[in-house]
C-alpha cells in the first residue's frame, strides 16, 4: 500500500536551549538528511535496560517512511548514554537523537523533545515501554484514513515471573480499549501511545504545563487544551505497545496512592464554582467512605476485589483533595 507522507516547512527547525540541555547529536554515524515524517519521542530517566528494549523495537518499524527518533534524558548524570550509543551501533539503520535535559520534570524533558523533533507528526511512547512491530505503521494509516489531529493506542501491562495473581485478577492496570476508528476524548488520551500533529505542539511555547512536572497529568493536561481548541482524537486498536510493571509499582500503597493522585489532578482541572467544588467533595467524601467499607467486606473472598474497590475509594477521596493545596511529587 502507498502512503502519502507529509513533508516539512521551514518553520519546522528545531530550537535549542544551550543553558539547560547537553546534546549529543554530534559526532556520530547515524545521521539522515532530507525530510522526515515522524519524531519519535521519548523521555526517559534511569532506565537504561529498558530504554534498551524500547529501541530495539522501534528498531523493527515497519512505517516505511523516514522517521527519528529522540531521547530526552532527565538524568543529569546521562545515564540513558550508553544505552543510546549501544543502540546507534546495533541498529545503524535508526536516526537516533539524545538530549539531556537537566531541569528535572517530565514536563520539561517532553517540551524539549517537541522542541527538537522536526517531523510533521510526533509520536509518544515511554521509556518502560516496547512497540509492537506494526504500531507505528497502524498508528499512521488510521491518521491518514480519518485525518485526525491524533491517534492513540492502547498500552497492554506485562507483569514479569513472580507477580502477584490477585494483581492480574483485579484488571488495575488495564486500560479501556475502544474499537479502532472509534472517536475518544481527552480522557483517554495520553503520551504512552500516541500520534499527533506536530503544529499542535508548536502553537504553544510550553505546551506541557511546568507546573505539572512532578506531579504528572501534563499529557492530559495537554490534550484537554487542545480538545478545546477543536483537535479530533482517534482510536487505533490494533497498535499496541507493552508495558513493563516492575514489582515496585506492584506494591499495594504506590497502586492506592497513584489512584488518588491522577484523581486529585483531574479533578482539580476542572473548573467549577465554589459551590459546585464543596459538592464534588462532598460526593468524593461519601465515596471514600463507602468503597473503602465495601473492600474490607470484599477482601476475604479475594483481594482482587478489594484492591478494585479501593481505587474507587481513591477516586472520590481525590475529589475532596482536589480543593486542597495539597501536591504529590510522582516524577
Not at 550509543?85 to 535535559?101: C, G, M
Not at 501534563?218 to 479530533?232: K, W
Not at 486529585?264 to 467549577?272: E, P
Not at 464534588?280 to 478489594?306: E, K, Q
Request: include cysteine; aromatic fraction near 10%; charged fraction near 20%.
Amino acid at each position: 500500500m502507498n502512503v502519502f507522507i507529509g513533508t516539512l516547512s521551514a518553520n519546522h527547525a528545531p530550537q535549542t536551549n544551550v543553558n539547560v540541555r547537553q546534546s549529543h547529536t554530534e559526532g556520530t554515524s547515524n545521521s539522515h538528511t532530507g525530510p522526515l515524517a515522524i519524531s519519535i519521542c521519548v523521555c526517559t530517566y534511569r532506565r537504561p535496560y529498558l530504554l534498551t528494549k524500547l529501541l530495539d523495537s522501534l528498531a523493527k518499524q515497519s512505517v516505511g517512511a523516514p522517521f527519528e527518533v529522540i531521547v530526552v534524558d532527565n538524568d543529569s548524570a546521562g545515564g540513558g548514554a550508553e544505552a543510546v550509543e549501544a543502540a546507534r551501533k546495533q541498529h545503524p539503520e535508526l536516526y537516533i537523537r539524545y538530549e539531556i535535559e537537566q531541569q528535572k520534570g517530565i514536563s520539561f524533558a517532553r517540551n524539549t523533545a517537541v522542541s527538537l523533533a522536526i517531523g510533521d507528526f510526533i509520536a509518544w511512547i515511554d521509556d518502560d515501554e516496547t512497540a509492537s512491530e506494526d504500531w507505528l505503521k497502524l498508528l499512521w494509516l488510521m491518521r491518514s484514513i480519518s485525518d485526525a489531529d491524533a491517534v492513540f493506542g492502547p498500552v497492554v501491562p506485562v507483569f514479569p515471573q513472580g507477580s502477584h495473581s490477585w494483581l492480574r485478577r483485579s484488571g488495575i492496570f488495564e486500560r479501556p480499549r475502544h474499537a479502532t476508528g472509534a472517536t475518544v476524548d481527552a480522557r483517554e488520551a495520553r503520551t504512552g501511545n500516541a500520534l499527533v500533529k506536530a503544529c499542535w505542539f508548536r502553537t504553544l511555547k510550553h505546551p506541557f504545563d511546568t507546573r505539572l512536572a512532578n506531579t504528572g497529568g501534563e499529557d492530559y493536561d495537554f490534550f484537554a487544551r487542545i480538545e478545546r481548541l477543536g483537535a479530533r482524537f482517534k482510536w487505533c486498536n490494533e497498535a499496541e505497545v507493552f508495558e513493563l510493571v516492575p514489582f515496585e509499582r506492584q506494591r499495594l500503597t504506590w497502586i492506592l496512592e497513584r489512584r488518588l493522585r491522577s484523581s486529585t489532578q483531574y479533578w482539580r482541572r476542572r473548573n467549577a464554582s465554589r459551590a459546585r467544588m464543596a459538592l464534588r467533595a462532598s460526593v468524593g467524601g461519601i465515596m471514600f467512605v463507602f468503597f473503602c467499607l465495601a473492600g474490607v467486606i470484599a477482601a476475604p473472598f479475594g483481594l482482587h476485589r478489594a484492591v478494585r474497590l479501593w481505587c474507587y475509594a481513591m477516586g472520590g477521596l481525590g475529589r475532596a483533595v482536589a480543593i486542597s493545596g495539597l501536591q504529590w511529587k510522582g516524577y
